[in-house]
């Protein structure tokens, strides 16, 4: 992945999206007592790339111009963070909008593979239009060493620091990238986990952060698209706190990802690669 910062302009247009969480009341089932909890707030956002609409996304209002980079990265609609020359963000409350300039050469791919997403918290793929836009032709990685067993201990409690959202109101997953020496760098979190995977590519191409010899670490399950979406981030170790599917599974091996599961009370699990191309 290239990490040069793109080209974005300060939303000229920007207005503040709801906040992360606010209070809401409720009452008991049983009793008449009232309290109050903080909730995850949700937006739903509308990106249009040069002047056309192409998706609209539900996600948590927390680092929106970093999810807007990491989407169009993960989403193949730009082979790099460079492509993308311009970025506004405008609207009010739940309605937010981003108007996204992109090179010409972006624009044309994405025209010829149109499609219409009409995203959700829950799904990744939505809209797409033929089986071969959901299974990509994607480049195999080159292949890179295993983590120390030592970086992944006490993992779960550590990734804590870089989920205040979730350690506040919950409801949200987090995405939150380790660099070659072992150091926890950067967290995002989102109602969506492919939204907060997003957004952490994203900040890191945002924020020159080289992306060699680390991993990404998510804390949902891990199905096709938080593969496909590493995969084209150049990212070539993924730790999934959540099982794996079969079909993620087979990806990361084809596509020489190192994929491990951090079960909460055993040992890690390497899905890939397998045993014998460890040897």
Known sequence: MNT??????APALETPAPAASQTYSYSNLEHSESASTALAEEV???IAYNGISQAVMLVTPTDLEDFIVGFSLGSGIIQDAT??????LSGSG???YAQVTIANRAFWNLKQQRRQLAGTSGCGLCGVEAVEQALPDLQVLPGAPLPPVEWLVGLRERIGAFQPLGQHCGAVHAAVFMNDKGE???GREDIGRH?????LIGGLVRQNIPTAGGLAIVT???SLELIQKVLRAGIQTLVSLSSPTGLAVQWARRHNLNLIHLP????PRVYSPTLENQA
């Not at 492509?83 to 506004?88: E, G, N, T, V």
């Not at 909460?264 to 040992?267: L, S």
């Open 184 to 186: 926890l760098l950067l």
């Open 44 to 46: 739903a956002l509308a």
């Open 94 to 96: 739940s309605a937010q």
């Open 220 to 222: 949902s399950r891990c």
């Open 195 to 199: 939204n907060a995977l997003d957004k």
């Open 83 to 88: 492509d993308i020359y311009d970025l506004q």
């Open 264 to 267: 909460q009370k055993n040992a």
């Open 4 to 9: 040069k910062r793109p080209a974005c302009a």
